[in-house]
């Protein structure tokens, strides 16, 4: 079953390793990070910290990947071949920030064939949206625009973290997303100014992708697990909500500036406050999606598994020895 069943439940794991710990050690690392120094990955460490970053890496990391599928089914269909070049670069970025983040997590002793084999088999998650099929090309520029920006949000935060190695993954990454915004608000600005057939798919594509778009951040903080001693440690530099705020805050704006509609009636910022005020997302249809039942997890991991039975002999060829290490050069 995907996922492993440990969402919303407080996990006594993670007091057994925090309670092992030598609390002078622990007092030293917290000191060091409220310095705002870089943990660096032969530096000490708390299991509990080594834990929910190889958590949180990899999920990461595999969100990257499976999240390349979506669009990545657009590229034969993008309309023309400026957009087909931009989208195949996109797609191309996407597969290599996971490389980044599978080398940061690696910093921390998972191997990457593990990391691998827990997404394959289901153990371990990534994000809730790209369980969504992408219908139309509207879909995929969502994605490139919308989700790409609720992304930035996110990394733009953590890159500021406590980690170094998953720091400066966040910060290349954050610049080639950069780019990827700028192509998606292209992509959606054509469709929402274009022709009334081009801009009811764009319409059609935010009713279907706002939803699955507010879960992106996470649940909201009074429910969220891991939030609190991450924020501590400095892991995450800003909370679910915060980001999600954040996002609204930035967006909203943009969208309703080109005419199109937010399918939350109840979506209204806050004059007072500086607070947007929104539809408590469906937090039960979220939990449904990302431990295994989502319109799209069964095919999503059904084509990362075929990828790597599909490409086990180039990993054998690369590893298997030629008699005495000797190069052989190929026939041909
Ligand atoms: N989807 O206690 P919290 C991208 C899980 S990259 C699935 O709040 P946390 C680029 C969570 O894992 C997108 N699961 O968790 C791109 C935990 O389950 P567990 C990914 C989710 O870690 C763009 C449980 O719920 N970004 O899009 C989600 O403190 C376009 C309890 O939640 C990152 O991974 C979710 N949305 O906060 C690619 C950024 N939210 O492990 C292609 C790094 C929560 O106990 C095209 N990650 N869960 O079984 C983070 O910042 C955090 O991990 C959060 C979740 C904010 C995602």
Redesign the pocket.
């Known amino acids: 079953m995907y996922?492993?069943g440990?969402?919303?439940e407080p996990s006594s794991t993670n007091n057994e390793l925090l309670k092992d710990e030598d609390p002078k050690k622990l007092a030293e690392f917290e000191a060091r990070i409220a310095r705002g120094e870089k943990i660096e990955p032969k530096d000490w460490m708390p299991k509990l910290y080594r834990k929910q970053l190889i958590?949180?890496i990899e999920?990461?990391a595999h969100?990257?990947i499976i999240?390349?599928l979506p669009?990545g089914t657009w590229i034969t269909r993008a309309p023309g071949f400026k957009r087909k070049l931009a989208l195949m670069a996109k797609v191309q970025d996407?597969v290599g920030h996971a490389q980044l983040l599978y080398g940061a997590a690696e910093t921390l002793g998972k191997s990457r064939e593990q990391m691998i084999e827990d997404l394959i088999t289901g153990k371990s998650?990534?994000?809730?949206i790209f369980n969504y099929p992408t219908f139309t090309w509207a879909d995929s520029c969502f994605?490139s625009w919308l989700?790409?920006a609720g992304?930035i949000v996110?990394?733009l935060a953590?890159a500021r973290g406590s980690y170094g190695p998953y720091c400066r993954a966040l910060d290349r990454i954050c610049a080639e997303e950069s780019f990827h915004l700028k192509y998606g608000h292209h992509c959606v600005i054509h469709l929402a100014t274009g022709t009334p057939k081009q801009r009811q798919m764009m319409q059609e594509a935010v009713n279907r992708w706002w939803a699955p778009m507010m879960?992106?951040?996470?649940?909201s903080d009074k429910i969220?697990?891991?939030?609190e001693i991450?924020t501590k440690w400095k892991v995450?530099m800003a909370t679910?909500d915060e980001c999600r705020q954040q996002f609204l805050d930035m967006y909203v704006p943009k969208i309703w500036e080109l005419g199109l509609t937010i399918p939350d009636e109840n979506l209204k910022k806050n004059e007072e406050t500086g607070e947007w005020e929104f539809t408590e997302p469906d937090w039960e249809e979220f939990k449904r999606v990302?431990n295994g039942d989502g319109p799209c997890n069964k095919e999503r991991l059904a084509v990362r598994r075929t990828a790597e039975e599909r490409g086990a002999w180039v990993r054998r060829a690369l590893a298997a020895k030629t008699k005495g290490d000797k190069y052989v050069a190929p026939m041909a």
């Open positions: 996922g492993g440990q969402v919303f958590r949180m999920q990461h969100s990257e999240g390349s669009e996407e998650k990534y994000s809730n994605i989700v790409d992304a996110n990394q953590n879960h992106f951040f996470g649940p969220s697990t891991h939030t991450l995450k679910n990302i």
